[in-house]
């Protein structure tokens, strides 16, 4: 029937009509990664769109699928709101150039950056990395600064207040990490100057935490893990939470899905309960490659 909708996938039959080729040689190009196709429940799939992009530029081997996976630095809100729609997202809060590395070689659909340079936060860190069809899309902006133990929290008034006190460090690599060493610079401080804490904090989680349990006088951190363990916090920067995202995957059901709840009342109400949050730029494109 002419008006009857068209099927967005085809079939290994459909598709080895279409070419004119043998079902076999359809598989085999599929083995071999070189034709657009998804398998599910143990069946091959064809999407038609890519597939006819796929004949159009000439029969190029097709770009693998990204994985399901959220990468780069952790956000308690973030962190929460995959959780909580149900999108199956993997994560895999590794720091914020970690993130961008595993992003730019293909092993995540998204990463989460805060990475400060220039007179914004990301834009520039991603863009040096020349990484094609993706989006930069704003996440958040959160107070960024110091989380204080109680015995510190009227002691520290400023970061220079840090030299000789018991400090946490982030991984190499990530954003609060980055923007640690700036402030140290500032300061007119080095690392000999602090009294380190072992061991390294990998998420805003385990850093908030340490503090918590006494081990260290500060750390670099959000407001929003100052108030989940009450501690005290002082605020230095207002900083960007983006994500990066594959131009794919964004269309992908997964990250629609986490696009749609982060707009929604439940995330908003979150993010004023943990504080520290700004989400009036919340799905905004900040960046766009080429």
Request: hydrophobic share 45%; glycine share 10%; aromatic share 8%.
């Amino acid at each position: 029937m002419p008006d009857a909708p068209q099927p967005s996938y085809l079939t290994t039959r459909e598709v080895a009509e279409m070419l004119r080729v043998k079902e076999r040689k359809v598989y085999d190009l599929a083995a071999a990664g070189d034709i657009p196709h998804r398998r599910i429940t143990g069946k091959l799939l064809f999407p038609k769109a890519e597939l006819l992009d796929w004949i159009e530029a000439g029969c190029r081997p097709a770009v693998a699928a990204r994985p399901m996976v959220l990468t780069g630095s952790h956000d308690p809100l973030l962190d929460w709101s995959v959780r909580e729609c149900g999108s199956n997202l993997a994560t895999l809060f590794n720091g914020s150039r970690a993130g961008l590395e595993r992003f730019g070689a293909g092993q995540a659909a998204l990463a989460g950056l805060h990475i400060p340079g220039g007179d914004d936060w990301n834009v520039d860190a991603v863009a040096a990395q020349g990484i094609k069809d993706c989006v930069l899309i704003a996440w958040a902006t959160r107070a960024r600064g110091l989380v204080l133990s109680e015995a510190a929290r009227g002691a520290i008034t400023s970061f220079a207040d840090l030299k000789g006190r018991r400090v946490v460090q982030r991984q190499p690599g990530a954003g609060g990490a980055t923007f640690f060493d700036d402030m140290l610079a500032r300061a007119g401080l080095s690392m000999a100057d602090l009294d380190l804490a072992c061991g390294l904090a990998h998420t805003e989680y385990d850093a908030a935490a340490a503090v918590a349990a006494g081990q260290a006088d500060a750390a670099t951190g959000i407001e929003a893990m100052a108030r989940q363990f009450n501690l005290g916090f002082l605020p230095l920067a207002e900083e960007r939470f983006d994500l990066l995202i594959d131009r794919r995957a964004y269309f992908t059901a997964p990250v629609q899905k986490l696009l749609a709840f982060a707009r929604s009342d439940a995330c908003r109400e979150k993010a004023a309960a943990m504080g520290g949050y700004d989400l009036g730029q919340m799905g905004a494109v900040r960046w766009l490659s080429d």
